[in-house]
Antibody, heavy 118, light 112 residues
Framework: EVQLVESGGGLVQPGRSLKLSCAAS????????MAWVRQAPKKGLEWVAT????????YYPDSVKGRFTISRDNAKSSLYLQMNSLKSEDTATYYC???????????WGPGTMVTVSS | QIMLTQQAESLWISPGERVSITCRAS???????????LSWYQQRPGQTTKALIY???VRTDGVPTRFIGSGSGTEFTLSIEHVQPEDFAIYYC?????????FGAGTKLELK
């Protein structure tokens, strides 16, 4: 059974950093692109980052480019999101999602909440 | 970037009815491989987000046949036939043709 479990969320002050983790199980992690998607309270979904199978290629929307870094450790079946220079508008639940070969997000984790506030 | 518009923020329906949710893209989602990079997702409280449809019309494993994806180019529809109580949720479309990948704003199915 595919499982994705995010961790590392919490309350952080504006301008500070936070690193999220996603533990994957039930599939060969190294074979899949992975992504982070976020959802602000009572709002819709927003794609945040994607990483290739080896980690050599990463993709971001302009809203987080230069501040967020996606990475992975295939030996540990883990995905990460380093978030720097956090802003109040980064407050959201962050989901880890697997990207399948048909290029959609086929499995999602339950999410971890990040609140950016002083 | 490609914009996705889900016109209806909410749709009120009764169990057993048929409902259609539309998603309009600002440009064609057809790739050179002949496939549309448009997928649909369901969000229910307390559950993980579930993928329902990919390539505009292909149901993912285990998704009931009452969920039907259709459309091409820039106009796409998710139809649910004989809506069941567990179908009252929020539905999002997503394009993965071009980065940045973008979601529609979501359509909430509500009980009439």
């Amino acid at each position: 059974e595919v499982q994705l479990v995010e961790s590392g969320g919490g309350l952080v002050q504006p301008g500070r950093s936070l690193k999220l983790s996603c533990a994957a199980s039930g599939f060969t992690f190294s074979n899949y692109y992975m992504a982070w998607v976020r959802q602000a309270p009572k709002k819709g979904l927003e794609w945040v980052a994607t990483i290739s199978t080896s980690g050599s290629r990463t993709y971001y929307p302009d809203s987080v480019k230069g501040r967020f870094t996606i990475s992975r450790d295939n030996a540990k079946s883990s995905l990460y999101l380093q978030m720097n220079s956090l802003k109040s508008e980064d407050t959201a639940t962050y989901y880890c999602a697997r990207t399948c070969s048909h290029w959609y997000f086929d499995f999602w984790g339950p999410g971890t909440m990040v609140t950016v506030s002083s | 970037q490609i914009m996705l518009t889900q016109q209806a923020e909410s749709l009120w329906i009764s169990p057993g009815e048929r409902v259609s949710i539309t998603c309009r893209a600002s440009q064609s989602l057809l790739y050179t491989d002949g496939k549309h990079y448009l997928s649909w997702y369901q969000q229910r409280p307390g559950q993980t987000t579930k993928a329902l449809i990919y390539h505009a019309s292909v149901r993912t494993d285990g998704v009931p046949t009452r969920f039907i994806g259709s459309g091409s180019g820039t106009e796409f529809t998710l139809s649910i036939e004989h809506v069941q109580p567990e179908d009252f949720a929020i539905y999002y479309c997503l394009q993965t043709l071009k980065s940045p990948y973008t979601f529609g704003a979501g359509t909430k199915l509500e009980l009439k």
